[in-house]
């Protein structure tokens, strides 16, 4: 009957409505619950009952069932943590979690209350691991896929590969007088002494700076840098250093030839210990830098800076110039980037060559002599011996100066010019650039300055300034004709090489020698050879060509005066045509025989020319070292291009030619060449201002060993660790997860959800993007329940309960009242 179905209807609604204050229940007592996220239930009626009426069938509600209930997803508050590693999510998404025994990551949660565990992991209070990427350290980009995040509680130490030195020098002080190099100033044997005192005499340089790198073991070391003014106009040079007796630098394969037993830099026998890179900058009038440059400093310390050999040339892909040091014994050199604040244009440039005679002229006797100029008469012109040259101009009676040697590209150049009393000397100066292809002129100490006309790699040389005539000194002494190295005779232009010949070549600090004779790779002459010329390409002046099966018979001595192997030296190379094993068969094969012939570096010259150069620098101006590098005649059965005057087959007897030395400083010469030394300032660069030196900024990038002091996590979910050296490292990112259905997740307990097949696969990605919300660092999302809101639920629900509990005793009573109608 129907009373009793409305009975059944109101039990419906008291489960119902029990279930609904079960939900309310549940969201009140969660109301503190970190990320909890409320629920709310949703009912619906039951399927009607069909009963007839008078209108017809008609339908009568069977009561009510529990629809669902939806979890609902609404942001939470944040609350303030002072936990770094509290993270909360302002959006969407969730933390994806993985439990120990799981190989994947199954669970996903709103709460961030992470931690690290013993071993380093970030984790929730249950153990489960925090899901993301690991940073690389370099890069500072994510690297590998999703997993577990680890941060290491201690950081290995860095070796130091940049050092940045940002100074002020003090455009005020004055240019240098007489110039004394940075590295010749410096002496890295004064630590050995048994009274140390400093490598470097203070007086000696303008400003220094100093700054702490570290090896790859992480020790610190000062690297100090000095600054000095030179004798040219806004020009200063710089010198990297270390403590000499750390300087533990490795020698490459040649070097340890030349300096054997050592293997490394040894503070105890070579000056160069602890200087690491020589260099120069070149400000322009306002006092910016335009140009850098800078050379490697070799065991001996000699750079030589007129020539190339210890030159530094950037690639276009480099950006600063650097150096090598070794603290650490290891057998590999840790290269430092060095970066004076401005970067390298990626434009190489070239140098002219310039040669410049060793002693100038003077235009009256020495007592108060002043050099002469390119204006000065030649009735003036008096060598520093006090020795007149004196001629009219070639009426048999006139001095005769013979200058042989090469233009740019090696062709012969020969200037005879008969002296004219009455004629300025730069009559003179045309007619030797005329020969040479260069700008003849007269420095401010009277010495003759060749520039060459085309920059670059040149072959110009003077291999011989000859005075011949009749000499007539003050004192009325006659010099003899045709004898141009007597006591008597005038030579405007000084003396350079052995026996008095007058080389005018490049300042060098160690002895070189050269061959009388010049290759060519033609039998009418220039082009001249090189190193990689094949030995049939190769020809002597004559017009000959090599022939495999040549040999080749030099005599001589190495610098150390040994005979190489005999008494006199008779060493015997043989020429092969035909590359095999180490055979090239160019001219590269004969300079490698002679490096180990004579220890000495061999190079073909950019006139063609046979060079040999001692590896050890002549000291004998302190009474040390004295190169005695010599070669006195080479025999050749066939072709003969060392020999100034071949035959077809037979001996070159003419000595190599010997340039010694110079122990007197530099003097104004230039190898010309490749630079690459235009540099563009930064926003913070070296300057020359009128203001005190002073270092404007400074820093380096390696750092010692540290322990993990503090983390910090941004909006991006990036965890970074602070540790103890000063390191800032980004270690870690977190993961976020989101899911087409949240409704569909299922409730694992925990604050923690399982995807179901209703929710859909996750989408991950880094906070902030592809939807996903951001992170709140130092805050965690509280429970969204809004109590008012659950109390006013929790009224209607009780009022629903209250009514269906007044239906079931309603109708009891009605049921009462039919059971009561049989009395």
């Known amino acids: 009957m129907a009373i009793a179905s409305s009975l059944y209807s109101s039990i419906s609604g008291i489960n119902t409505m029990g279930n609904a204050m079960a939900v309310l229940g549940d969201n009140v007592s969660n109301v503190n619950t970190l990320s909890f996220k409320a629920s709310r239930t949703i009912f619906q009626d039951v399927l009607s009952q069909t009963v007839s009426t008078a209108s017809g069938a008609d339908q009568v509600g069977r009561g009510v069932t529990l629809s669902t209930v939806d979890s609902l997803f609404a942001q939470g508050s944040f609350q303030s943590s002072s936990i770094a590693t509290d993270m909360a999510i302002g959006g969407q998404g969730f933390f994806m979690l993985r439990a120990a025994d799981n190989a994947e990551a199954d669970m996903y949660s709103r709460a961030g209350e992470f931690r690290f565990d013993q071993e380093g992991y970030l984790v929730t209070p249950m153990g ?66 048994v009274t140390p005192t400093a490598p470097i005499d203070p007086l000696q340089y303008e400003y220094t700076s100093a700054i702490k790198i570290y090896d790859a073991k992480g020790a610190s070391h000062d690297i100090t840098i000095y600054f000095d003014r030179t004798t040219e106009d806004n020009q200063w040079e710089y010198l990297v250093t270390c403590d000499s007796s750390e300087d533990m630098r490795y020698l490459d394969e040649r070097e340890q030839l030349i300096y054997a037993p050592n293997e490394r830099y040894n503070y105890e026998d070579h000056k160069g210990a602890g200087a690491l890179l020589y260099g120069e900058f070149q400000f322009d009038t306002s006092g910016n830098i335009k140009e850098i440059s800078a050379y490697n400093i070799p065991p001996d310390g000699e750079v ?88 009219d101009g070639g009426s048999g009676t006139s ?129 001249v050879i090189n190193a990689n010329t094949p030995w049939e390409n190769v020809f002597d002046s004559t017009g000959a060509s090599m022939a495999d099966g040549d040999v080749f018979t030099f005599v001589g001595t190495k610098g150390d005066s040994t005979n190489v192997p005999l008494a006199p030296a008779l060493a015997v190379f043989t020429v092969e045509t035909t590359p095999l094993g180490d055979i090239t068969g160019t001219v590269q094969d004969l300079l490698n025989w002679l490096e180990e012939e004579f220890d000495a570096d061999a190079e073909i010259d950019f006139a063609g020319r046979l060079v040999l150069t001692d590896r050890v620098a002549d000291e004998a101006a302190t009474g040390g070292y004295t190169s005695l590098l010599s070669i006195s005649s080479v025999d050749s059965t066939g072709a003969n291009p060392w020999d100034d005057d071949p035959p077809n087959a037979g001996a070159g007897d003419t000595a190599f030619l010997t340039l010694l030395a110079d122990t007197s400083g530099e003097d104004g010469s230039l190898q010309g060449g490749i630079l690459s030394a235009d540099f563009s300032p930064e926003a913070l660069s070296t300057t020359q201002y009128a203001n005190s030196s002073t270092t404007i900024f400074q820093d380096q990038n390696g750092f010692a060993s540290g322990f993990l002091q503090a983390v910090s996590v941004d909006t991006e979910g990036v965890i970074t660790g602070h540790y103890s050296n000063g390191q800032v490292l980004k270690k870690a990112q977190v993961a976020l997860a989101n899911f087409a259905s949240l409704e569909g997740l299922f409730k694992k307990g925990g604050n923690i959800f399982n995807e179901t097949t209703e929710s859909g696969a996750p989408v991950t990605g880094v906070p902030g993007s592809n939807g996903l919300g951001t992170i709140a660092p130092n805050a965690l999302e509280m429970s969204n329940v809004d109590i008012g809101t659950e109390f006013v639920n929790l009224i209607t629900v009780q009022r629903g309960f209250q009514a269906n509990t007044k239906i079931v005793t309603t109708t009891d009573e009605m049921i009462a009242d039919v059971i009561n109608m049989k009395r």
């Not at 590998?144 to 020098?169: H, S, Y």
């Open 304 to 391: 030589d800076p007129a020539r190339d050999d210890n030159r530094i040339i950037l690639s276009n892909t480099d950006s600063y110039y650097s150096f090598e040091a070794n603290f650490t014994g290891a057998t590999t050199n840790q290269s430092v980037e060095l970066n004076f604040g401005a970067r390298y244009n990626g434009l190489t440039s070239t140098d002219r060559q310039v040669l410049v005679s060793e002693l100038g002229a003077v235009d009256s006797n020495l007592t108060g002599a002043s050099y002469i100029t390119a204006e000065t008469y030649w009735r003036d012109v008096y060598d520093i011996n006090g020795l007149q040259l004196r001629g």
């Open 399 to 527: 001095d005769t100066i013979t200058i042989t040697g090469y233009g740019n590209d090696g062709s012969p150049a020969n200037v005879v010019y008969d002296v004219n009393e009455d004629a300025k000397m730069q009559e003179f100066l045309d007619a030797v650039g005329t020969e040479f292809g260069c700008t003849a002129t007269i420095d401010a100490y009277g010495r003759l300055k060749m520039t060459d006309l085309t920059a670059g790699n040149s072959g110009m040389h003077v291999t011989g300034v000859v005075v011949d005539g009749s000499i007539v000194a003050d004192d009325g002494t006659v010099g003899v004709v045709g004898a141009p190295h007597t006591e008597d005779a005038a030579n405007p232009f000084g003396e350079s090489g052995v026996n008095g010949d007058t080389i005018i070549n490049i300042t060098t600090s160690k002895q070189k020698i050269f061959s009388p004779g010049q290759g060519f790779s033609t039998s009418t002459g220039v082009p």
């Open 128 to 193: 489960y691991f925090v899901q993301g990427w690991t940073i690389d350290p370099t890069t500072e980009e994510r690297a590998g896929t999703i997993g577990d995040m680890r941060i290491d509680k201690t950081t290995p130490p860095v070796e130091t590969l940049t050092v940045e030195v940002i100074a002020n020098l003090d455009s005020r002080e004055d240019n240098e007088l007489n110039e004394v190099r940075l590295f010749d100033s410096w002496n890295g044997t004064n630590a050995a002494a």
